[in-house]
């Protein structure tokens, strides 16, 4: 059940955009909104990211909970940004959330046009006092099958404050309008590797080459906020050079036929997928 909000926008499951709030995320590829979980909610989302950040699930979760900083492999230990994927997969209980409730009311009024459905979900956490714990500037879509309609909205709520220092988001406003996708390449972990022939199944990260234009802006956000970005827009987030954990929830919408057609050719978000990037290039 949800709590009563302070935040005048929202009530109960409701959260209202406005047009302006709309016409930027169609126009520059995202939003960042203050204040959408109370503090009561956000202590029930708790106790299950910290479950699955912990690594209690590693051994059931395989591939699915791993460093995405790092290549597959990496001992627990060593572990620097924290990634669990499908928590709700993993454990069904959680599934249909606050977050997710609240998400996917706004992804309607984000997507008037068709029936967005959550495709996936996955916690990140970065640990204190670790610089690389970063991810490298790309584009979502540059991981995915490219669909004919590529249409979506991902959702990070932030369960713990987000500035500069321990790694927020940033954008590159209106790189989503760009025409072409830009080249995507897996990220090599050392210097040997750089010139081998790496596959994506080796390395989950994937990188971009920067463009000369390109004009960075943070997305700080307290926790509670939420950011809201597209598929297409060019992102990235720094190293955590704090004391403490940067925590993040994050749920993306896709228009349900385009999940459907994931799914009809075993892609489900899953790093234990076994897809053929060879032949994949549009379905």
Avoid at 39 to 45: D, Q, R
Avoid at 150 to 164: C, K, N, Q, V, Y
Avoid at 174 to 203: A, M, T, W
Wanted: charged content about 30%; overall charge positive.
């Amino acid at each position: 059940q949800f709590m009563k909000s302070n935040n005048k926008k929202r009530h109960g499951y409701n959260f209202s955009l406005t047009k302006k709030e709309i016409s930027q995320f169609n126009t520059q590829g995202y939003l960042v909104l203050k204040n959408v979980l109370t503090e009561k909610e956000m202590l029930n989302i708790d106790p299950v990211f910290d479950h699955f950040i912990s690594g209690k699930e590693q051994k059931r979760m395989k591939k699915d909970f791993c460093d995405m900083s790092q290549p597959y492999g990496t001992p627990f230990e060593k572990f620097q940004l924290v990634n669990a994927m499908l928590p709700g997969k993993y454990m069904p209980s959680f599934k249909e959330n606050i977050f997710f409730k609240v998400a996917q009311n706004i992804s309607k009024q984000l997507y008037p046009s068709g029936i967005p459905d959550m495709d996936y979900e996955q916690f990140l956490a970065k640990k204190p006092t670790k610089k690389e714990a970063e991810f490298s500037m790309h584009q979502d879509l540059g991981y995915w099958p490219k669909t004919k309609n590529t249409w979506t909205a991902t959702f990070s709520l932030a369960l713990s404050d987000a500035d500069i220092v321990n790694g927020c988001l940033h954008v590159i406003p209106g790189s989503n309008n760009e025409k072409n996708l830009r080249e995507h390449k897996p990220k090599s972990y050392s210097e040997s590797e750089k010139n081998s022939n790496e596959k994506r199944d080796d390395s989950h990260t994937l990188v971009i080459e920067s463009n000369p234009n390109d004009k960075l802006v943070y997305l700080p956000v307290k926790r509670g906020d939420i950011t809201i970005h597209d598929e297409r827009i060019v992102h990235g987030s720094g190293g955590n050079n704090s004391d403490k954990w940067r925590k993040t929830y994050i749920i993306a919408f896709r228009d349900s036929e385009t999940i459907k057609k994931e799914r009809s050719i075993g892609f489900t978000h899953s790093h234990n997928d076994k897809v053929d990037w060879e032949k994949i290039i549009s379905i």
